[in-house]
């Protein structure tokens, strides 16, 4: 199972806002069994959700290279359940983007209405956790592609903005390496 | 430096926000580390709030002046040497540093931040 928690990026604007989409299925074990009986898409995962599409927001201008990971939740307010079949909108803004770390405001949206809102910090890891990248390049790349973001995203003078360089390098080098693995 | 009681209401709302405290432990004298339990991470979250709340920008090494605390010639056997304070007092007029000054180990520069340096600090940023 991969932990996604989005489905598609629809909206990407560098620095500033971006928004995905989650359809939540009752197929998916996590809103099955969270509380048997009364599937819905618990919490949690809403923020992780809304972690991993602010987390790709802020990391996005260093080239994915930071070491983003989320490090406080300082509001998570849940106005209505999300259950299966609902197509949730996840609105994330930046507030803030610091050297050290970011802000990033959330709201939930389902139908129009607002289900949750929240406030993310996000720190970026120094050279005191290792100087490797947190995810391989070439895999983070892949991920990228299938949630759709490059199809939207665009810098603040909507600009389309690519792959960078160094993923794509990432990934040529992935592929001579299975290549020259074949018997 | 007078602190105006304006300046500290909204200090104290942005700690209370950010920190989970309550209003009645956000004293002047309350140490940002030890006394209402701050992480780095809070720091962020607390300049955000400030920065919001009074219009300003807060630079990270306005408050932790790293390049100063790391700096051999001003770092000897772990603690601050006297031209690192004066250093200090040159940077922070803000915080009061008579009580890290008797004992100026670097391990401890992280806990002397107070809520009242931080009135001081917005109050210079605002004058």
């Known amino acids: 199972m991969r932990w996604f928690w989005i489905d598609r990026f629809i909206e990407f604007v560098r620095d500033t806002r971006a928004t995905t989409v989650k359809n939540v299925s009752f197929g998916e074990e996590p809103i099955d069994d969270y509380l048997p009986g009364h599937p819905h898409y618990p919490h949690s995962l809403i923020i992780e959700g809304m972690a991993q599409t602010g987390g790709l927001l802020v990391s996005e201008s260093g080239g994915f290279r930071t070491k983003t990971v989320l490090a406080k939740i300082s509001k998570a307010v849940f106005h209505d359940l999300i259950v299966p079949g609902d197509q949730v909108f996840l609105q994330a803004v930046a507030e803030d983007i610091k050297p050290t770390g970011a802000i990033v405001q959330g709201t939930v949206v389902v139908g129009g209405q607002v289900r949750a809102e929240l406030e993310l910090s996000f720190a970026f890891l120094d050279d005191r956790f290792g100087d490797g990248a947190l995810f391989p390049p070439e895999d983070l790349l892949r991920t990228l592609r299938i949630l759709k973001l490059f199809d939207v995203a665009v810098d603040q003078n909507g600009n389309r903005i690519y792959a960078p360089e160094h993923m794509l390098e990432a990934e040529r080098q992935a592929a001579i390496g299975i290549r020259h693995k074949r018997p | ?127």
Request: aromatic share 8%; with cysteine.
């Open chain 2, 1 to 127: 430096m007078q602190v105006s009681e304006d300046v500290f209401s909204k200090v104290q709302a942005a700690l209370v926000d950010a920190l989970g405290v309550d209003d009645d432990e956000v004293t002047p004298q309350a140490t940002m580390v030890g006394d209402l339990g701050a992480e780095s991470i809070d720091f962020l979250d607390i300049v955000f709030k400030l920065e919001k709340s009074f219009g300003i920008k807060v630079a990270t090494e306005d408050l932790f002046p790293k390049d100063i605390l790391t700096e051999s010639s001003y770092v000897q056997g772990g603690k601050v040497t006297a031209s690192g304070i004066a250093e200090l007092k040159k940077r922070m007029p803000w915080a009061d540093l008579s009580k890290f000054e008797t004992n100026p180990r670097v391990q401890d520069f992280g806990d002397l931040l107070t809520v009242s340096d931080l009135c001081r600090y917005v109050q210079s940023k605002i004058a």
